[in-house]
């Protein structure tokens, strides 16, 4: 499975983002996609995951009602639109797939992108 990331930058507190997650490769099979960030000196954290069919999408609390992946299967892209971001939403966001969610995170992880930054200024 390969994974491209896009749409990230540059936002003030309280703006927002779209991400945009490109998939190729997938079996024909249900499977989950999802997003986790990696920020310095914080842990990695799951954001968001939804399984291939659309319709079930999970959040952490920490982006709950601001974050919701959406599922376009005609483009085979994933997307993370984000609201009312925080300083603490910067982070290089990660799309990864694998067999199903575990709430907010991908389990069997199958691979991962090379993750796209965001960054929301104060």
């Known amino acids: 499975v390969q994974l491209v990331e896009s749409g990230g930058g540059l936002v003030q507190t309280g703006g927002s983002l779209r991400l945009s997650c490109a998939v190729s490769?997938?079996?024909?099979?249900?499977?989950?996609v999802g997003w986790f960030r990696e920020a310095p000196g914080k842990e990695r954290e799951g954001v968001s995951c939804?399984?291939?069919?659309?319709?079930?999408?999970y959040a952490a609390d920490s982006v709950e009602g601001r974050f919701s992946s959406s599922n376009d299967a005609r483009k085979s892209t994933v997307y993370l639109p984000m609201d009312s971001l925080k300083p603490e939403d910067t982070a290089v966001y990660h799309c990864?797939?694998?067999?199903?969610?575990?709430?907010?995170?991908?389990?069997?992880?199958?691979?991962w992108g090379s993750g796209t930054l965001v960054t929301v200024s104060s």
């Open positions: 990864s797939a694998g067999a199903y969610c575990s709430g907010e995170w991908v389990d069997a992880l199958d691979s």
């Open positions: 490769g997938t079996t024909s099979g249900d499977h989950a």
């Open positions: 939804i399984r291939s069919g659309g319709g079930t999408t």
